[in-house]
């Protein structure tokens, strides 16, 4: 035991000295952090919200569709998730087109007196396929609220035709619209009235500020592991040694390494600790320090470093392995939900998230600021299922035959033997384009992300997005109505309230509702007040969007309930009723109004798709992958992999006889290009890429401009 702990101390020397190399080059990152969260604190004293998706609108100029325009956009739900946006309809195929805009409305000329006199031209209601979560989400509430007015004109509009079939007058009859709209309106202002939000937390932390919290930190403990990547790196000469001479097995040092490396992790986690310090920070994002979350955030930080390790083994050198980390974060990070919640992204997502360690991670920050562990014992024998096999798969990566290769300090490229005239008698490229040509794993890991990138977008382009919504109620006509309903929601019927609260909290569903005994009479009387209990985890984002979808189908069914009991009663329809009874009276009011409904006459959209042309066209499946955003981070990184080799070759004086400028340039140009190829392949899939090229040129200049500073 003597000799592991000389060795560990000699771990923790090596590890204490990497660390202000560490904090120095996450000094910016830090910064960002810092900005971020006074910004929050600033700007959002109360909540923190989502950045709202950009609506574009073209409508008449009048008085009336303003006024519509301006009480949607006050709609809570609203204005949670989207922003409108004025334009014309041909700026808004174009914007929606470039990805500007998430979706686009055109509503038609003289809509008003269209929804008054029964004409109803219908909406076009255009979405991007680069923005389609978003697009999905609007299109959600865009269906929701013409839910609401179909059933309102359907009304009106089998009120008409019961008149004429009744010989009522012109005069009743306007009284009677009154009287519909007033009672459909009071019904609409009132809805929020009837949900009590009730979190499933211990903190009682609302539901962006733990998904943004949760989201950045787990982004930010994968990416983290790029600061110290070279502690995790050893030669086969110096394991071999320890492992002889000192006798520590390589299974020993490469435990004992993650060890340490977690410790690493955990420091690198006090910088964003500092901030939340703050009182406003704190007072959003409140932590649940218990047994069960500090034992999960070790292992999710001794996960974080065995993936590190494990990386670092099967790369060439740090350089290269900059360029894995910070690609496979990228691609774990969005799967997990840490770009997009987790709701509205494809179900093929959810099912490649739930083989990921980012999203185990990603709860283990979740369950720290919402103190809900219900899942404690899921979560942690995943973290530590994790570990075992990165930490299995790191020794099999160290018994794996590699060729032998030496290196040339002069060039610094890696060859089968010594070319000591390399730099005098070849051409400067070659050199160049050869010792890139050796760092195998960067060109496997390109290839494996336009691989994974095609086979992400094929598969997404066949799954559906869901967003599950539980729910109990004792009423079998309400459950038929929400358990028949297609759209983006689903609802799951549940047997109790305690089964509601079960699928809510396990993550089987987004939010949960429990309906109160005799909801329709109690919203008729008008003591409907907190009738409908909404259940939602402490990351829920999209129960907003889900109450307006539920209050769509209890509209349907009180409103149109009502409105038989109305004809039945009404003065007008007395001799009517005396005549053919009131059951027959009722049936053939809700003929009419099943007629009206369903004749196509009441107000609509059509829905389209835009492409990158900005022209339309059918969408086959809806595609969230963000491909341009992986091309980007595939030129940026390879950029970043040249800066250092230039930086390296520049501190090593390889290049004596040479002009500074062409080994630097040629250095930086080579991994962009290939970045560039990455991005070109993905463009014959993926739509026009033609942004790599100035954004190509932009990180050449800079990291030429860097190695010279």
Same mark, same amino acid.
């Given at each position: 035991?003597?000799?592991?702990?000389?060795?560990?101390?000699?771990?923790?020397?090596?590890?204490?000295?990497?660390?202000?190399?560490?904090?120095?080059?996450?000094?910016?990152?830090?910064?960002?952090?810092?900005?971020?969260?006074?910004?929050?604190?600033?700007?959002?004293?109360?909540?923190?919200?989502?950045?709202?998706?950009?609506?574009?609108?073209?409508?008449?100029?009048?008085?009336?569709?303003?006024?519509?325009?301006?009480?949607?956009?006050?709609?809570?739900?609203?204005?949670?998730?989207?922003?409108?946006?004025?334009?014309? $309809?041909?700026? !808004? +195929?174009?914007?929606? @087109? %470039?990805?500007? =805009?998430?979706?686009?409305?055109?509503?038609? &000329?003289?809509?008003?007196?269209?929804?008054?006199?029964?004409?109803?031209?219908?909406?076009?209601?255009?979405?991007?396929?680069?923005?389609?979560?978003?697009?999905?989400?609007?299109?959600?509430?865009?269906?929701?609220?013409?839910?609401?007015?179909?059933?309102?004109?359907?009304?009106?509009?089998?009120?008409? $035709?019961?008149? !004429? +079939?009744?010989?009522? @007058? %012109?005069?009743? =009859?306007?009284?009677?619209?009154?009287?519909? &709209?007033?009672?459909?309106?009071?019904?609409?202002?009132?809805?929020?009235?009837?949900?009590?939000?009730?979190?499933?937390?211990?903190?009682?932390?609302?539901?962006?500020?733990?998904?943004?919290?949760?989201?950045?930190?787990?982004?930010?403990?994968?990416?983290?592991?790029?600061?110290?990547?070279?502690?995790?790196?050893?030669?086969?000469?110096?394991?071999?040694?320890?492992?002889?001479?000192?006798?520590?097995?390589?299974?020993?040092?490469?435990?004992?390494?993650?060890?340490?490396?977690?410790?690493?992790?955990?420091?690198?986690?006090?910088?964003?600790?500092?901030?939340?310090?703050?009182?406003?920070?704190?007072?959003?994002?409140?932590?649940?320090?218990?047994?069960?979350?500090?034992?999960?955030?070790?292992?999710?930080?001794?996960?974080?470093?065995?993936?590190?390790?494990?990386?670092?083994?099967?790369?060439?050198?740090?350089?290269?392995?900059?360029?894995?980390?910070?690609?496979?974060?990228?691609?774990?990070?969005?799967?997990?939900?840490?770009?997009?919640?987790?709701?509205?992204?494809?179900?093929?997502?959810?099912?490649?998230?739930?083989?990921?360690?980012?999203?185990?991670?990603?709860?283990?920050?979740?369950?720290?600021?919402?103190?809900?562990?219900?899942?404690?014992?899921?979560?942690?024998?995943?973290?530590?299922?994790?570990?075992?096999?990165?930490?299995?798969?790191?020794?099999?990566?160290?018994?794996?035959?590699?060729?032998?290769?030496?290196?040339?300090?002069?060039?610094?490229?890696?060859?089968?033997?010594?070319?000591?005239?390399?730099?005098?008698?070849?051409?400067?490229?070659?050199?160049?384009?050869?010792?890139?040509?050796?760092?195998?794993?960067?060109?496997?890991?390109?290839?494996?992300?336009?691989?994974?990138?095609?086979?992400?977008?094929?598969?997404?382009?066949?799954?559906?997005?869901?967003?599950?919504?539980?729910?109990?109620?004792?009423?079998?006509?309400?459950?038929?109505?929400?358990?028949?309903?297609?759209?983006?929601?689903?609802?799951?019927?549940?047997?109790?309230?305690?089964?509601?609260?079960?699928?809510?909290?396990?993550?089987?569903?987004?939010?949960?509702?429990?309906?109160?005994?005799?909801?329709?009479?109690?919203?008729?009387?008008?003591?409907?007040?907190?009738?409908?209990?909404?259940?939602?985890?402490?990351?829920?984002?999209?129960?907003?969007?889900?109450?307006?979808?539920?209050?769509?189908?209890?509209?349907?069914?009180?409103?149109?309930?009502?409105?038989?009991?109305?004809?039945?009663?009404?003065?007008?329809?007395?001799?009517?009723?005396?005549?053919?009874?009131?059951?027959?009276?009722?049936?053939?009011?809700?003929?009419?109004?099943?007629?009206?409904?369903?004749?196509?006459?009441?107000?609509?959209?059509?829905?389209?798709?835009?492409?990158?042309?900005?022209?339309?066209?059918?969408?086959?499946?809806?595609?969230?992958?963000?491909?341009?955003?992986?091309?980007?981070?595939?030129?940026?990184?390879?950029?970043?992999?040249?800066?250092?080799?230039?930086?390296?070759?520049?501190?090593?004086?390889?290049?004596?006889?040479?002009?500074?400028?062409?080994?630097?340039?040629?250095?930086?140009?080579?991994?962009?290009?290939?970045?560039?190829?990455?991005?070109?392949?993905?463009?014959?899939?993926?739509?026009?890429?033609?942004?790599?090229?100035?954004?190509?040129?932009?990180?050449?200049?800079?990291?030429?401009?860097?190695?010279?500073?």
């Amino acid at each position: 035991m003597k000799r592991y702990f000389f060795w560990l101390k000699t771990e923790y020397k090596r590890a204490a000295a990497c660390l202000p190399l560490m904090l120095a080059k996450a000094a910016i990152l830090i910064v960002i952090i810092g900005m971020a969260a006074f910004c929050a604190v600033k700007l959002l004293p109360g909540r923190i919200k989502s950045q709202p998706a950009s609506i574009g609108y073209a409508a008449p100029q009048d008085r009336l569709t303003e006024f519509a325009v301006s009480f949607v956009e006050n709609m809570e739900s609203v204005k949670d998730w989207c922003r409108l946006i004025r334009v014309s $309809e041909e700026e !808004g +195929l174009q914007m929606l @087109g %470039e990805g500007e =805009l998430a979706a686009l409305l055109v509503l038609p &000329d003289n809509v008003v007196e269209g929804i008054l006199n029964g004409s109803n031209e219908p909406a076009k209601l255009y979405l991007s396929k680069e923005a389609a979560p978003m697009g999905l989400v609007f299109e959600e509430l865009a269906k929701a609220g013409t839910g609401l007015l179909r059933t309102a004109q359907a009304e009106i509009y089998a009120a008409h $035709e019961l008149a !004429g +079939l009744f010989d009522i @007058g %012109e005069q009743a =009859l306007d009284t009677m619209y009154g009287e519909i &709209d007033r009672f459909n309106l009071k019904l609409v202002m009132e809805r929020e009235e009837y949900f009590r939000i009730k979190k499933l937390s211990a903190t009682g932390s609302e539901g962006w500020a733990v998904y943004y919290g949760s989201a950045f930190l787990t982004l930010y403990l994968l990416f983290a592991g790029v600061f110290f990547g070279k502690y995790n790196r050893r030669s086969h000469t110096e394991r071999d040694m320890l492992a002889k001479r000192a006798g520590i097995p390589v299974s020993a040092q490469a435990a004992g390494r993650i060890v340490v490396s977690g410790g690493l992790l955990l420091i690198a986690l006090l910088p964003v600790g500092v901030y939340w310090i703050a009182d406003g920070v704190r007072r959003i994002l409140p932590v649940c320090f218990s047994v069960k979350s500090i034992l999960l955030l070790i292992l999710a930080v001794l996960c974080t470093a065995a993936w590190l390790q494990l990386v670092c083994r099967l790369t060439e050198n740090h350089r290269t392995a900059v360029f894995v980390l910070g690609i496979s974060a990228l691609f774990m990070g969005y799967v997990s939900g840490c770009f997009l919640p987790s709701a509205i992204l494809p179900r093929i997502v959810e099912k490649i998230a739930g083989v990921l360690p980012s999203t185990y991670i990603k709860r283990t920050f979740s369950m720290l600021f919402s103190g809900r562990t219900e899942r404690f014992a899921g979560t942690a024998a995943a973290l530590m299922a994790f570990c075992l096999f990165f930490w299995m798969a790191g020794l099999l990566a160290e018994k794996w035959p590699r060729r032998e290769f030496v290196y040339d300090g002069r060039s610094g490229i890696w060859g089968r033997q010594r070319q000591k005239n390399a730099v005098k008698g070849s051409n400067l490229f070659c050199i160049l384009a050869k010792r890139l040509l050796f760092q195998k794993s960067l060109w496997v890991c390109l290839a494996v992300t336009v691989f994974v990138s095609l086979a992400m977008m094929k598969a997404e382009s066949r799954s559906d997005t869901t967003v599950y919504a539980a729910f109990y109620t004792d009423d079998e006509a309400l459950e038929n109505l929400f358990s028949e309903y297609g759209g983006l929601v689903t609802f799951v019927s549940c047997k109790n309230e305690e089964e509601v609260k079960r699928y809510v909290v396990q993550g089987k569903a987004e939010c949960g509702y429990v309906l109160q005994e005799d909801l329709q009479s109690k919203i008729l009387s008008g003591d409907a007040a907190w009738s409908i209990a909404v259940y939602e985890s402490a990351d829920s984002t999209l129960t907003r969007v889900v109450n307006e979808v539920l209050f769509e189908r209890i509209f349907y069914a009180i409103s149109t309930d009502w409105f038989e009991g109305y004809i039945a009663e009404h003065e007008n329809f007395s001799a009517a009723c005396r005549k053919m009874g009131r059951e027959a009276l009722q049936e053939e009011a809700k003929s009419a109004l099943e007629r009206k409904l369903e004749d196509g006459g009441t107000f609509t959209f059509m829905r389209g798709s835009v492409s990158a042309s900005g022209t339309g066209e059918e969408t086959k499946g809806r595609v969230s992958y963000p491909v341009r955003a992986v091309a980007a981070a595939c030129v940026i990184l390879c950029a970043l992999i040249g800066v250092m080799q230039a930086l390296a070759d520049k501190k090593a004086h390889r290049f004596p006889k040479r002009t500074e400028l062409l080994p630097v340039l040629f250095t930086v140009c080579q991994p962009v290009l290939m970045g560039m190829t990455a991005g070109i392949l993905l463009s014959f899939f993926a739509g026009n890429m033609l942004f790599l090229l100035p954004l190509s040129l932009l990180v050449t200049l800079t990291g030429v401009i860097l190695v010279f500073r």
